[in-house]
């Protein structure tokens, strides 16, 4: 096992130099023949030997140095045997999304170079309990050795290096400053990788929204520069732009009013500062906006992907839902916009450097997504009951209990990124716990007569308090989706039918109003020092699976939902107010 290239020897501070090993991108790149997926090596250790022997001079044979699934590593030893290397499984990473070798030399010296051997050979021996956490690392030629657990934690931190090289092993390139510190993990760990997906609905678009989508195109691709410089030219934009953007069914009009909006719009310091402050309702707002157009149902194009029908009401129907919505057909395009480490952010844009840049230039041409096909039914509140109702809980003890939880939830977070964003701005309205709860309850009820399983049914959440931006929402849409090209079976839909919807309401509504862990759950209030940021829910009445909520089963309470018992005696207004047994 040799030293990491770059890394060299004489303190712990050890400042970053060139690379030993591939540094252009070819030697991880796929050829165009299919060679697999890019894949970079790392130090390996003998899986033969019984102390785990990995050494510089017994050097290793892969396979196929591109193709992780398919290569296989070996360690030459004496005469023709080889034997089967696998990887070391400690790692260095830093919150801005670098990943490197574990120093191991540097480690076992203390910061130092061996006093007998420039590359010594080392040895991992690991203990009976603990795997690799318990391991231990010893110089063959200096006798030296340090146990890893050493490196384990806040304190271990300080022993490790504190300069990250800045390395992108899947570029194969190395980012000239980084002023994160790095943190030891396990090869495999869950917070080596956490992914950064955004979905939206594919919904109809105007010739107003289709020129503003155009010109955001056209501006990114181009630069504002080459617009203006040809924007009286619509022949030489469509061939600039041709090979990035389908323009087959776009006019020389079209193409011209596209290219005057991108001029007339915000400077890049303006969108800088918008996209800094993005919120993910964003991409919520177009959804929500349409379907308050039922006018525009019956203009429906099946180029979209999208079918709605405005359902009626059914007479029994809790007053309090107003409106109805059977999604017949849907479209869903997900997509992994980069990834982190070490800790998940909330959103995309906390801190740009955190997120993990998929290719050199920070601005790929295209990235993962997948598009899902399915249905759904979508469910509107009374949006003045709901404004009304909200005024009332944000006065409550609960509501402030709740405040408070979050606020040291966030403070307590081992994150990085938790401290440079402001608490109150992620802790979402009474509307949205109410809307959430509701949702999961709705679910778990569908599951039983749509013919799909709890797991396959997901939420999309329409609940926020009106401003200068956006009108108030309060709506919900269960739906379901498949890869497949024919979509889902209408078992979901079906069940917007009135006769049947106004039954699954009333008795979602009515089998939330208990929970087996009563009344432990029904009482259940964040007090300092708990940090949890949920109430009067849990596995037995609420909680749903991970690919089902949207949140991770967070700012759930039945309390909100319906009048239920507290642990002060005063009771909560619950929006559906008391059901049968509450």
Not at 573 to 580: A, E, W
Request: hydrophobic share 35%; with cysteine.
């Amino acid at each position: 096992m040799s030293t990491p290239s770059g890394l060299t020897p004489g303190s712990r501070n050890a400042e970053a130099r060139p690379p030993r090993g591939p540094t252009s991108v070819s030697r991880l790149a796929c050829s165009r023949s299919g060679s697999g997926v890019p894949a970079a090596t790392t130090s390996v250790r003998c899986r033969a030997s019984p102390t785990r022997t990995p050494t510089p001079s017994a050097p290793t044979s892969r396979s196929s140095p591109t193709r992780a699934a398919l290569g296989e590593a070996k360690v030459r030893g004496k005469g023709k045997r080889s034997n089967p290397a696998v990887p070391a499984q400690h790692l260095l990473t830093c919150t801005n999304g670098h990943l490197d070798e574990f120093p191991y030399a540097l480690w076992v010296h203390k910061g130092r170079a061996c006093p007998r051997a420039e590359s010594p050979d080392l040895k991992m021996r690991d203990a009976n309990v603990g795997g690799s956490v318990g391991s231990t690392i010893v110089c063959t030629q200096c006798s030296a050795s340090r146990g890893m657990s050493e490196a384990q934690g806040r304190v271990g931190r300080d022993k490790l290096p504190q300069k990250c090289r800045g390395r992108h092993p899947h570029l194969g390139a190395f980012d000239a400053d980084c002023d994160a510190r790095p943190a030891i993990v396990l090869m495999g760990a869950s917070n080596l990788w956490f992914a950064s997906t955004q979905s939206v609905i594919v919904m109809p678009r105007d010739d107003k929204q289709q020129t503003a989508a155009l010109a955001d195109q056209m501006r990114a691709e181009l630069g504002l520069e080459k617009v203006a410089k040809y924007q009286a030219h619509p022949d030489f934009l469509r061939d600039l732009l041709s090979a990035h953007i389908d323009l087959e069914t776009v006019t020389d009009d079209e193409l011209a009013a596209a290219a005057a909006k991108a001029m007339a719009g915000d400077s890049d310091e303006v969108r800088q500062d918008k996209l800094a402050g993005w919120d993910p309702i964003d991409l919520l707002v177009p959804e929500w906006a349409y379907l308050q157009q039922p006018a525009l149902f019956a203009q429906q194009s099946n180029s979209t992907g999208l079918m709605v029908t405005e359902r009626d009401r059914g007479a029994k129907l809790h007053p309090h839902v107003q409106r109805v919505v059977a999604v017949n057909k849907m479209k869903k395009v997900n997509a992994v916009l980069g990834f982190t480490r070490l800790d998940e952010m909330d959103r995309v844009n906390d801190l740009s450097s955190r997120l993990v840049k998929l290719t050199r230039n920070k601005r790929p041409r295209w990235v993962p997504a997948t598009e899902d096909r399915g249905e759904g039914v979508f469910l509107q509140l009374d949006v003045d009951a709901v404004a009304a109702w909200e005024t009332v809980v944000l006065a409550s003890p609960l509501w402030a209990e709740h405040r408070q939880a979050h606020d040291r939830n966030f403070a307590r977070r081992f994150s990085e990124t938790a401290k440079n964003v402001d608490s109150a701005t992620r802790f979402p309205a009474p509307r949205y716990w109410l809307l959430h709860t509701f949702s999961h309850a709705l679910i778990r009820e569908m599951a039983m007569y749509s013919g799909y399983g709890a797991a396959s049914l997901s939420e999309r959440i329409y609940g926020w308090p009106g401003s200068a931006e956006r009108s108030a929402a309060a709506g919900l849409l269960i739906c379901t989706t498949a890869s497949d090209s024919e979509g889902t079976l209408g078992g979901l839909v079906a069940l917007s039918q009135p006769e049947r919807l106004q039954s699954l309401v009333s008795s979602a509504l009515r089998r939330a109003a208990r929970c087996s862990s009563d009344p432990v759950c029904a009482m259940r209030t964040p007090r300092d020092p708990e940090d949890f940021l949920h109430g009067a829910a849990c596995h037995c009445c609420t909680f749903a699976s991970e690919t089902s909520c949207e949140n991770a089963n967070r700012f759930l309470d039945r309390r909100f939902m319906l009048t239920l018992a507290t642990t002060t005696g005063a009771r909560v207004p619950g929006f559906f107010g008391v059901t049968n047994g509450s």
